[in-house]
């Protein structure tokens, strides 16, 4: 029989067992809602699961703690004495699922952030990638244009040509008194105008300084590491940088440049194996600016290295053999040089160096 000094404890006892349910019942009402409107939410789906666990686990102590003591009340005992075990057991349970529901979301939250970031990185290496290509279109087309204006500056020069040259016949041959010797003279120095405005645009369009302009090399370099993370990550190998101190600045044409540094890398990452290792570091001399990328993949023999700048020459299948063309083009117009060491086994060095002003082209 219960005693009257221990109603107060009881009565708290049961009312909180029933706060307890109804409590559980609005989160879990909650987080229902909230997983209707936005089911993909991996935030409302762990809500959702946890209060449904929580609500059973309510459910349950309510329901012992209630029956408990009505039995207790009733001189039954000796039934409560075996419900208590499966009511407690029924709680143990609870508990170890609702720790296991939180530990497991746990870790799907890790992961999602993860995917989350690699997401963001993956937009991140779209967009440097569909910015290289606009740059690239827009060089491409710029320098496709010059070159279509030299060719028309050319065309024109033919034919000023010969009514130069005519001109010039017809003024030998006419009397110094004849009418036509004045019409020859204007004739002449029109052509004469009009050939000095086509040198004066071949030279311009000719200068190969209007496509570049002083770029930090260590900024270009971290760009397209930037944008080769997920391929670094992807084939697990280590990439080792190590970029001088102070900004390396150099009359450089960037688009081009991150082309060339680009295929190299990639080069890089196609000889390279799973926990191999790539170095890239700048430097700087008395007057270059040093780029060199160094593998440790499988490397090349010396009657490759010997022909790795031939066009049309290439050790992959499907290749054109025109990368590494490119590359050393890219090179030449900057008025650098490109060197490349190999040895099998060992892996490859690729070294670069442009000046640090842009001079005439070495004779």
């Known amino acids: 029989m219960i005693f009257l000094p221990s109603f107060p404890l009881v009565l708290a006892d049961i009312v909180g067992s029933a706060l307890v349910l109804l409590l ?10 909230l997983l209707a409107r936005d ?6 789906l762990f809500l959702y699961w946890l209060t449904l666990a929580f609500l059973a686990f309510g459910l349950s102590r309510a329901l012992g703690h209630i029956i408990g003591h009505i039995l207790v009340f009733a001189d039954q005992e000796s039934w409560w004495s075996q419900l208590r075990p499966y009511s407690g057991g029924l709680n143990a349970i609870l508990s170890i699922v609702i720790a296991s529901v939180t530990l497991f979301f746990h870790n799907i939250q890790r ?3 993860r995917m989350e970031a690699d997401h963001h990185h993956m937009e991140a ?21 010059s070159e279509m204006a030299l060719g028309i500056a050319d065309g024109i020069r033919n034919p000023l040509h010969i009514i130069g040259g005519f001109s010039h016949r017809l003024l030998k041959k006419a009397a110094s008194d004849d009418p036509a010797r004045n019409w020859a003279q204007a004739i002449t120095e029109a052509a004469k105008r009009l050939e000095q405005m086509v040198e004066r645009f071949e030279s311009i369009a000719q200068d190969k300084k209007s496509f570049f302009t002083q770029t930090d090399l260590n900024k270009i370099v971290r760009d397209i590491l930037d944008m080769l993370q997920g391929d670094f990550e992807r084939k697990r ?5 190590g970029f001088h101190t102070y900004p390396v600045y150099s009359l450089l044409n960037k688009h081009l440049l991150k082309v060339a540094i680009a295929h190299l890398l990639r080069n890089a990452l196609e000889a390279t194996q799973a926990q191999g290792e790539i170095h890239v570091t700048t430097a700087v001399d008395a007057s270059h600016a040093i780029l060199s990328i160094r593998d440790t993949g499988r490397g090349m023999p010396p009657e490759v290295v010997t022909r790795i700048f031939e066009p049309y020459f290439t050790t992959k299948v499907g290749g054109t053999g025109l990368g590494m063309v490119f590359v050393r ?4 117009e900057h008025r650098g040089t490109i060197s490349l060491e190999s040895e099998v086994g060992q892996g490859t060095i690729v070294t670069i160096r442009l000046p640090l002003r842009f001079g005439e082209p070495p004779i």
């Open 24 to 33: 559980s019942c609005v989160v879990f009402s909650c987080s229902r809602k």
């Open 39 to 44: 089911p993909e939410n991996a935030l409302w």
């Open 111 to 113: 992961l999602y952030r």
């Open 125 to 145: 290496t779209s967009h440097e990638i569909l910015t290289l290509n606009r740059e690239m279109e827009a060089l491409v087309m710029e320098r496709t244009m």
């Open 237 to 241: 190998i280590h990439l080792v940088t």
């Open 329 to 332: 083009q890219i090179v030449d």
